[in-house]
């Protein structure tokens, strides 16, 4: 991932053997979606004359204001290499325009680089990101359809004999570098089934345009291998969910922000009013960082998943971590979001939250070091530790209440995203589960 002119994308094309060209965006419930055209169009899309039909696309626009622009960021190009045996596919991620020129207030990409020039105004110069997004493989039916069948019982580090994902997470790796990752890490996670793929931090919009590129290869090669890749976060009882901790750091002048060698913990006074600002917001933004139904069955007491509103230096059961790496890599951890979540909007709420710490020069709690699961409530009470939403319908409420974590989505995206979550909740309050014919039928 470089950076290249429309001359090296036209040359690139043809040097490649490019056929087709996805222009990709994403949608506010974090959905990837694309225009393919034929490499004849390339000159066109990247003259950022290529449109679509914006009514077509969940909470974008209403049928009479349908047309919008694709505005290909020509430093995303990339080839995909799966696709080289029947002409090569290549992708541009797109930014959506009005057809008169001015960003789209319901695209969650453009609305990131909105907070990201708030935060340069301040004197930031970046905002780093290192995603660790988990999932899990499930087999294939025969007729191609996911099963609940786990591949392996592997647990967290394990090799093969029990770990038969290996395989396949060896190939995604593989096809991830050829399209530029910089792999760090690879493992089985906690979980029977479940694995982590870690990729090296990144600047918070290549970091974000990163997460929806590894999804969509996790479940292209996964399905190569006969299985399902589900980012979803809680789909089994009784085990762990899957998380996506987000490492974040500020830079300014080319330093790490968050980085003190004189102050407590080796953090500064920023890094201190950043977390400061993490915490205020926490149930504000729980909503976007945990968007769907499913996300609260995750956070939940006794599976390593944070559910409780606090910060460590060193604990790993509250909301908010501070791994141990000092100097350039000092970064703030928070532990909460999920990999159902958009990244665009996780981000901008994420990055708002920690920035109106800074701007109101907040101080946090004092940490608790202490296991908070053990705590009983009146424990927690005494520390201060409050809960975080326990339904998708009590985040809602709390994000309707936080003043700043709208600002950070804007009028559009909390509008369109509020809407969607309460039809979703709604229907899932309405049906009737498994779980309550299983008690009740023939009890009552």
């Known amino acids: ?63 009479e204001e349908s047309d919008m622009n694709l505005y290909p960021d020509l430093d995303t190009w990339v080839v995909f290499p799966w696709t080289a045996e029947k002409g090569k596919v290549a992708r541009l991620i797109c930014d959506i325009y009005m057809p008169d020129g001015t960003p789209f207030a319901g695209d969650p990409r453009s609305n990131l680089k909105r907070i990201l020039k708030e935060m340069e105004e301040l004197g930031f110069s970046n905002f780093n990101l290192g995603p660790e997004p988990e999932f899990f493989l499930f087999k294939l039916d025969e007729n191609g359809e996911p099963t609940l069948e786990l591949n392996d019982n592997g647990g967290y580090f394990d090799l093969a004999p029990t770990d038969l994902g290996e395989n396949c997470r060896r190939d995604i790796v593989l096809e991830l570098e050829e399209m530029g990752f910089e792999i760090e890490a690879s493992h089985h996670e906690v979980a029977p089934g479940q694995h982590e793929i870690d990729f090296k931090y990144a600047d918070a919009l ?152 800074i701007k109101n020069s907040m ?44 600002a950070a989505l804007g009028d559009h995206i909390l509008e369109h995203f509020i809407e969607a979550k309460e039809i979703e909740w709604d229907m899932f309050r309405t049906q009737v589960h498994p779980w309550e014919r299983e008690q009740y039928i023939q009890m009552y």
Request: glycine share 8%; aromatic share 8%.
């Open 363 to 406: 101080t946090p709690p004092p940490a608790v070091d202490r296991n908070i699961y053990t705590m009983n409530e009146e424990e927690r009470e005494r520390e201060g530790v409050e809960d975080l939403p326990g339904t998708l319908a009590e985040a809602l409420r709390m994000l309707k209440k936080d003043e700043v974590i709208q």
């Open 206 to 357: 290549t970091a974000c345009d990163e997460i929806q590129t590894f999804k969509l290869v996790v479940k292209t090669i996964a399905r190569k291998h006969g299985l399902h890749a589900t980012f979803m976060p809680k789909p089994l009882f009784g085990v762990s969910g899957s998380g996506m901790h987000c490492n974040m750091s500020l830079f300014k002048e080319g330093k790490n922000a968050f980085y003190d060698e004189n102050g407590e913990l080796q953090l500064s006074e920023t890094a201190y009013q950043f977390i400061a600002g993490t915490i205020k917001h926490a149930k504000g933004f729980t909503a976007i960082t945990n968007p769907t139904v499913n996300s609260y069955k995750r956070l939940v007491p006794g599976y390593e998943a944070p559910c409780y509103v606090a910060w460590s230096g060193q604990n790993r059961s509250p909301l908010i971590r501070i791994p141990s790496a000092r100097g350039m890599s000092t970064r703030v951890e928070v532990r909460s979001v999920d990999p159902a979540a958009n990244p665009y909007l996780a981000m901008a709420v994420l990055l708002q939250a920690g920035l109106d710490g």
């Open 1 to 63: 991932m470089g950076k290249y002119t429309k001359e090296d994308i036209m040359n690139l094309a043809r040097e490649e053997n490019v056929k087709f060209i996805r222009l990709q965006f994403t949608d506010i419930l974090g959905t990837i979606k694309n225009v393919e055209i034929p490499v004849s169009q390339l000159p066109k899309a990247l003259d950022n004359k290529m449109m679509f039909d914006g009514s077509s696309i969940e909470g974008f626009v209403r049928i």
